[in-house]
Every structure is written in C-alpha cells, then in structure tokens.
C-alpha cells in the first residue's frame, strides 16, 4: 500500500469505529439473527475463511456479550454439520439457545472456568480460540498464558480488538491487547502472526490473527 493508501484506511477505520457525526460506533449497532454482535463484518468473514480451512471441533470464545458472535460461530459450525462453540463471560444474562453452544459463567482467567469450557465437547482434534473479554493487557496476557496451548497446529489464537490503544482506534485506552500480543509473541516460537488474515484492509484485530505454527 502506498502511503496515502494507508491514510485512507486508517481515516476510514477511525470513522467506522467511532461512527460518524454523533450517530455513535457502527459496532455496537451491527447485530447477527437479530442479536447484538460487536464486531466488523469483515472480521466474520474472515472467521468463515478460517473456520472453513481448520473445521474446529471445538471453539473456545472468552466474552459472550449478548451472545451474538457465538451465535454466528454456531450458525457455521451448523453449515459444516460440525464443530461446538463454548464462550465464557462474568456476567450472566438471556442468551440465544443453541444445541452448539455451550454459555459458561465465569472469569476467562479463571482455570476452572477455562477446564470447564474445554471439557465442554470429548471430540477436540481442531481447537479454535478467540479472545474478546476484558480488553486490559494484563487481562488479556493471563488469557493468552492459560488459553494458547488449547489451540491445535493449524489453528487460530483470534485475539480481538487489537485495534484499541491508537492502532488506530480509542487512543486513550492504554496498554490492551495489541501489546499483549507483541509480548505473547516474541516469545512464543509456537505461533505467528498471519498477516493474510487482513486481506480486507480494515480488521479490528491487526496482529491479532495468530496462527499455531508447530
Ligand atoms: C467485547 S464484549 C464481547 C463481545 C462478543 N464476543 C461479541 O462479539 O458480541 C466483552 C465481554 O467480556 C466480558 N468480560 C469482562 N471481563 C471478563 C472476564 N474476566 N472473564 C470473562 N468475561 C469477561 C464482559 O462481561 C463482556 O460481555
């Protein structure tokens, strides 16, 4: 890309994360069969591409919300006629029912609660993680400590919204999950980061694609 192509795209992700005018931020008005679902579309597709190639067993998501993108994962894995979705969240609330889904109440950094979402399905050849809790480093570098060796080689550690902290978005945040990850990753020979995974220009989660490499 050349340098005002970056620019284009960095404008065009500041817009797209904080809405424009006063309308408010276009994710949290994006929703999947009708349930909220924070995230950019083109970030789902890109779950379709991954989960098309890998036909995870089991997908392991930390941060459920309204339950919307374990809805959306569940629907896919129901497509391929495989796969079980186990999302963990604190907080405790009406979600969509789904015979893939398992809903575990508990902290993502919790070991119980990470045991209890892995033990969710016996099958588990193809294991898939995404991150999407609490977005701190702290928090997220816990997450990646307790929750990378579930992922199988060929897999995908999805770690979300790495965006926030100036990359470019929320620049007041502070350290999130963006520095995490460059933590994570200069020492983790085990994974890598592939950067084909934002092929659509604008992803939430830059750097945040990892691959489990061996
Ligand atoms: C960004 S939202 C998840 C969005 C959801 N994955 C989606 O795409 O619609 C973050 C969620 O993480 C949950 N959360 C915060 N701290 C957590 C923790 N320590 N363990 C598990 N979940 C946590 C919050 O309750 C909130 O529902």
């Known amino acids: 890309m050349t340098e005002n192509e970056k620019k284009i795209v960095k404008r065009f992700h500041e817009l797209y994360y904080n809405g424009p005018d006063t309308s408010g931020r276009i994710y949290e008005n994006t929703y999947w069969m009708g349930t909220s679902c924070l995230k950019c579309p083109l970030d789902l597709w890109i779950y379709q591409e991954i989960m098309y190639e890998v036909r995870p067993d089991l997908i392991i998501e930390t941060g459920t919300h309204a339950g919307g993108?374990?809805?959306?994962?569940?629907?896919i894995c129901d497509l391929?006629?495989?796969g079980h979705v186990a999302t963990i969240d604190i907080d405790k609330r009406p979600r969509p029912a789904h015979k893939r889904i398992?809903?575990?109440h508990g902290s993502s950094s919790d070991p119980e609660t990470v045991a209890k979402a892995f033990d969710?399905?016996?099958k588990k050849e193809r294991v898939l993680v995404i991150l999407d809790s609490d977005h701190s480093e702290e928090h997220v570098s816990r997450e990646l400590k307790l929750l990378a060796s579930l992922v199988t080689r060929g897999s995908y550690l999805i770690v979300e919204?790495?965006?926030i902290n100036g990359h470019p978005a929320y620049p007041t945040f502070g350290p999130g999950p963006y520095e995490a990850v460059q933590k994570f990753i200069?020492?983790?020979?085990?994974?890598?980061?592939?950067?084909?995974?934002?092929?659509?220009l604008m992803t939430f989660?830059?750097?945040?694609?990892?691959?489990?490499?061996?």
């Open 186 to 200: 200069e020492k983790n020979k085990d994974f890598e980061i592939d950067p084909s995974r934002e092929k659509f």
């Open 102 to 104: 398992s809903y575990i």
């Open 69 to 75: 993108s374990a809805l959306y994962l569940a629907h």
């Open 80 to 82: 391929f006629g495989a």
């Open 120 to 122: 969710s399905v016996k």
């Open 205 to 214: 989660n830059p750097r945040g694609y990892l691959k489990r490499i061996s």
């Open 161 to 163: 919204d790495t965006n």
